[in-house]
């Protein structure tokens, strides 16, 4: 089997791949771009409901978890969201704003896809799909075994994501291409993902499925004020999701069920209402939750009725219901992969391994996680470009 050789091999064709491969193909690199799925790109397909939140006009280093978290900076400072609404813009695809800076396309995800596959064309990458990759051996270069033939190359980018969405083809590939150059990782857990509640507790809320209301949600200093929903099984919604790349297993949350309201103040001004305590919350609350907290976390009955120690007990616990979770949904579940390949042995500029040279990780598969509305995806062109100008 004869060997081809070009100097960047790019594994993995998702939003971080096509990114370096297009800009290293711009620069005048010979780029193989490999992919082990027979459909390209499944997670921008399915992102945003299919509308592909491909980014975020807020996008800041504050937006990613990390156990570097300076990292980050300088690759987003260099590709920012206007540098990818600009390629949009000269593809004609248009776009548009939802709440908290989020963009979406108008045309769908396939267009972002078909934009991406057509700048990689333009540039003249060479694709391999679906190709897998069976052996990786360093030398005087990478030499790549696949079930395409042999490749070698003078510089390998791992672009190869998470283990969030398993079905649509994630696989912990880039994290054992690390273990085999002894590349320390950091602890790996679920992100952007629904929390779970031991049964037996949960009982009691179960009955809300599908009920949500706009909250706080809050763990150690993070907090995120979005919709909160039940589920049969716990919680999720936006709310929820940010929060859960940030809890910490075995804590409690701190949820503020009524942000806009001082409800000791209310429940002073009311003290003597005949109004039933569930008719009352009802004013605030959606009214199967207001009925629940009425009759389980309480007796349900006027407001006249009870002592003021206990409205305000009951004040306290809606500003600040502390609820701990037995867990996530997990990886299928999962919008993203916290943690991944450890950033301090990377270069914040190129993303190349600083005792393996030639060697790139992006996007993904690297420790920096961005919260729920696009970030993700702004810093796989962040990441994916600044290996591109460097390979």
């Known amino acids: 089997m004869n060997t081809a050789s070009l100097d960047v091999l790019i594994v993995g064709a998702g939003a971080a791949g096509m990114m370096c ?3 290293a193909a711009q620069r005048g690199r010979s780029v193989l771009l490999l992919e082990h799925a027979p459909k390209l790109a ?4 399915i992102s945003g409901g299919g509308r592909c939140n491909f ?3 807020n996008a800041r ?3 990613y978890l990390s156990h570097n978290p300076h990292f980050c900076r300088s690759a987003l400072a260099r590709f920012t969201p206007q540098h990818f609404i600009a390629m949009l813009d000269r593809h004609g695809i248009g776009y548009h704003e939802k709440t908290l800076g989020q963009l979406f396309c108008n045309d769908g995800s396939e267009a972002i896809i078909a934009m991406l596959r057509s700048e990689c064309d333009a540039a003249g990458v060479r694709w ?4 897998s990759v069976e052996k990786i051996e360093r030398s005087d270069a990478f030499h790549v075994t696949t079930t395409r033939g042999k490749f070698r190359a003078a510089a390998l980018v791992i672009a190869t994501g998470g283990l969030s969405i398993p079905k649509i083809g994630a696989t912990p590939f880039g994290y054992k291409v690390a273990e085999q150059f002894g590349i320390p990782m950091t602890r790996l857990k679920p992100g952007l993902v629904p929390l779970s509640f031991h049964p037996e507790e949960w009982a009691m ?16 200093k993070r907090s995120f004020r979005e919709n909160l929903l039940f589920t049969h099984r716990g919680l999720s919604g936006p709310a929820i999701l940010q929060i859960s790349s940030y809890w910490e297993a075995g804590k409690p949350l701190s949820i503020d069920l009524l942000p806009d309201h001082d409800m000791q103040e209310i429940f002073a001004q009311q003290r003597g209402s005949k109004m039933l305590l569930g008719n009352f919350l009802a004013q605030y609350l959606p009214k199967r939750l207001a009925e629940i907290i009425a009759t389980q976390w309480m007796e349900n009955k006027p407001l006249n009725q009870y002592a003021q120690k206990e409205l305000r007990a009951l004040a306290d616990k809606l500003k600040d219901w502390q609820i701990t979770p037995t867990g996530t949904l997990g990886y299928s579940k999962a919008e993203v992969t916290c943690g991944g390949v450890d950033t301090h042995v990377l270069s914040s500029r190129t993303m190349e391994c600083n005792d ?7 996007g993904e598969v690297t420790d920096v996680t961005g919260q729920l509305g696009g970030y993700n995806f702004q810093w796989a ?11």
């Open 21 to 23: 491969a297009l800009t």
């Open 42 to 45: 499944e997670k921008i397909r």
């Open 55 to 57: 980014t975020n006009l």
């Open 61 to 63: 280093p504050d937006n």
């Open 128 to 131: 391999c799909m679906p190709c």
């Open 205 to 220: 809320y179960a009955g809300l499925s599908g009920v949500s209301v706009e909250a706080v949600v809050s763990f150690g």
């Open 356 to 362: 393996v040279p030639g060697l790139y990780f992006i």
């Open 381 to 391: 062109w962040a990441s994916g470009y600044a290996a591109g100008q460097a390979v």
